[in-house]
C-alpha cells in the first residue's frame, strides 16, 4: 500500500536560517508527489509539485522540491525562512489511475524571531 | 483566480443529528472529492465522485455518509447521524480531469470545522 512518512513532526528554525523538511513516500511505480502549507485556520495551499522530468522542483513562496527515487525522498527545502513561513506543511502523494491522494502526518514549522 | 469554497467555516451539531456540508467546486471541474482532517492529525481521503457517481471510497466513508451534486454548481457531504468521532476539518477538492494523471492537481477549499458535542 501507499504511504507518505514525515519523520519530523515539530522544527524550529531562526529567521534567515535554511530549511529543509523530510517526506519519504512507498509506492512500487513512480508517484505524483506534492507539498502544501497550512497556516493555522487555513486551507491547504499547494506549494509545488512533481510529475515527471526534472527531479528538482521550483514552487512558489522561494521553496524547492527534489525527488531522489533512490531515496524514495522529496525534501522540501527553502534557503532563508521568513517568519511568515510558520506553517503546517503537508507532503502527499497521488497515483495514477487512482482518485485520493494520500497525506503525510505533517511538519508543524515554527519561525523564531 | 477561481477557488474552491465551502460553507459553512464551522459546523456545531449534537451527536446524532444530521449534517449536511457544502462546497462549491471551481467550475469547470469535474472531479470532486472529500477530506477529513481530524484534529492534529493527518488529512485522510473519503471519496471522489465523478459523472455523478462515487468513483473511490475510503473504508472511513461507511453508510453514515452520502455525496450529492443537487445542482452544477454544489457538490455536498452529508453525515446522516453524527458520532463523537466525527469531529474534524472537512475538506472538499476539485480538479479539471482525473488527478494524478498527466500533471492534474486538486484544489483544496478552506474547510468546514464540524464539532460533534
Known amino acids: 500500500a501507499q504511504s507518505v512518512t514525515q519523520p519530523d513532526i515539530h522544527i524550529t528554525v531562526s529567521e534567515g536560517a535554511s530549511l529543509e523538511l523530510r517526506c519519504n513516500y512507498s509506492y512500487g511505480a513512480t508517484p505524483y508527489l506534492f507539498w502544501y502549507v497550512q497556516s493555522p485556520g487555513q486551507g491547504l495551499q499547494l506549494l509545488l509539485k512533481y510529475f515527471s522530468g526534472d527531479t528538482l522542483v521550483q514552487g512558489i513562496k522561494g521553496f524547492e522540491a527534489e525527488f531522489k527515487r533512490s531515496q524514495s525522498s522529496f525534501n522540501l527545502r527553502k534557503p532563508s525562512v521568513h517568519w511568515s513561513d510558520a506553517a503546517e506543511y503537508f507532503c502527499a502523494v497521488g497515483t495514477s489511475g487512482t482518485y485520493k491522494y494520500i497525506f503525510g502526518t505533517g511538519t508543524r514549522l515554527k519561525v523564531l524571531a | 483566480e477561481p477557488e474552491v469554497t465551502q460553507t459553512p467555516s464551522h459546523q456545531v451539531t449534537q451527536m446524532g443529528q444530521e449534517v449536511i456540508l457544502r462546497c462549491v467546486p471551481i467550475?469547470?471541474?469535474?472531479?470532486f472529492y472529500w477530506y477529513r482532517q481530524i484534529l492534529g492529525q493527518k488529512v485522510e481521503f473519503l471519496v471522489s465522485f465523478y459523472n455523478n457517481e462515487i468513483s473511490e471510497k475510503s473504508e472511513i466513508f461507511d453508510d453514515q455518509f452520502s455525496v450529492e451534486r443537487p445542482d452544477g454548481s454544489n457538490f455536498t457531504l452529508k453525515i446522516r447521524s453524527t458520532k463523537l468521532e466525527d469531529s474534524a476539518m472537512y475538506f472538499c477538492?476539485?480538479?479539471?480531469?482525473?488527478?494524478?494523471?498527466?500533471?492534474?492537481?486538486?484544489?483544496f477549499g478552506p474547510g468546514t470545522r464540524l464539532t460533534v458535542l
Open positions: 477538492a476539485s480538479s479539471p480531469r482525473l488527478a494524478g494523471n498527466f500533471g492534474n492537481e486538486q484544489f
Open positions: 467550475s469547470n471541474h469535474l472531479y
